[in-house]
């Protein structure tokens, strides 16, 4: 029974529900029950895409007796907050902490985050003692993503070529389905706003910034119903030009696929 233990932002949670719904019969996704996976829950039964809900006091014995057929590809899903994103050396803490705790139980350890502060961009090597693939996500080039943002440009040169723009000085806040989806909550943590809905305080802070644009990345995913008409409503309130931009789920498919590819072949040959 080959494991994958998987820690990731919520903010990933779409790119997650797209690759279970993929998935084929023999792979079971367990997700650890914690307050992050109500929204992850939702899109999963909407998608018709079995999962079971375990506690993470009983993660290593779950994994460790074998309950599952030796056919079967186990992946246990860590859904951790948004609020880390904003506090790098907290991150670190609570990621490097998740797999000191329970990574040895596992055949491979995939973490759904970039660079994030540059805190981990260093994590394969720190781990590479416990003898299995450790992963973090990477764009085609090799190089460790920046961020969630990053990650929908599939590269970190198309994603600062993005940023760069037509004109210069403009900046773009970028939206994907889940950043639309959680803009005022985004905005809090980054320390942007104490009060996101106070418009024209938000308008002062986004000119005092230089974000004239809103860029709407379509990553193809469309379990977050109200995109659309969200990055509409955000431009309209704040008075910025929207920008289209084409994005894919290529990065989080390819680090996921790789890693699992990576786990069976060692599996095989033991």
Not at 206 to 221: H, I, Q, R
Request: proline share 2%.
């Amino acid at each position: 029974m080959p494991t994958l233990y998987l820690i990731s932002c919520r903010m990933f949670e779409d790119e997650l529900v797209h690759i279970f719904e993929e998935e084929d019969e023999r792979t079971r996704l367990l997700l650890i029950d914690n307050e992050n996976t109500v929204g992850i829950e939702r899109k999963l039964d909407e998608a018709s895409a079995d999962y079971e809900k375990i506690s993470i006091d009983d993660l290593s014995s779950i994994v460790i007796n074998n309950n599952y057929g030796k056919d079967e590809f186990v992946v246990v899903v860590n859904l951790l907050e948004f609020a880390l994103d904003a506090e790098p050396q907290l991150l670190k803490e609570k990621v490097y902490g998740a797999i000191d705790m329970h990574g040895q139980s596992f055949d491979g350890i995939l973490i759904f985050y970039g660079l994030c502060g540059n805190v981990l961009g260093s994590i394969e090597n720190d781990f590479s003692d416990l003898g299995i693939p450790v992963s973090i996500l990477k764009d085609r080039h090799g190089e460790v993503i920046d961020d969630c943002i990053c990650a929908a440009f599939e590269s970190r040169s198309a994603y600062s070529a993005a940023m760069m723009g037509e004109n210069r000085g403009e900046g773009t806040y970028f939206l994907t389905p889940m950043q639309a989806a959680n803009w005022r909550e985004m905005l809090v943590i980054a320390k942007l706003a104490p009060n996101p809905d106070d418009t024209e305080m938000m308008k002062m802070v986004f000119d005092y910034s230089g974000y004239k644009n809103v860029g709407k990345v379509e990553t193809g995913l469309c379990y977050e119903k109200e995109f659309d008409k969200t990055v509409d409503e955000f431009a309209s309130m704040f008075g910025f030009e929207k920008k289209l931009f084409n994005g894919s789920t290529k990065v989080t498919d390819d680090s996921y696929h790789s890693i699992k590819e990576a786990i069976m072949q060692r599996t095989q040959e033991r």
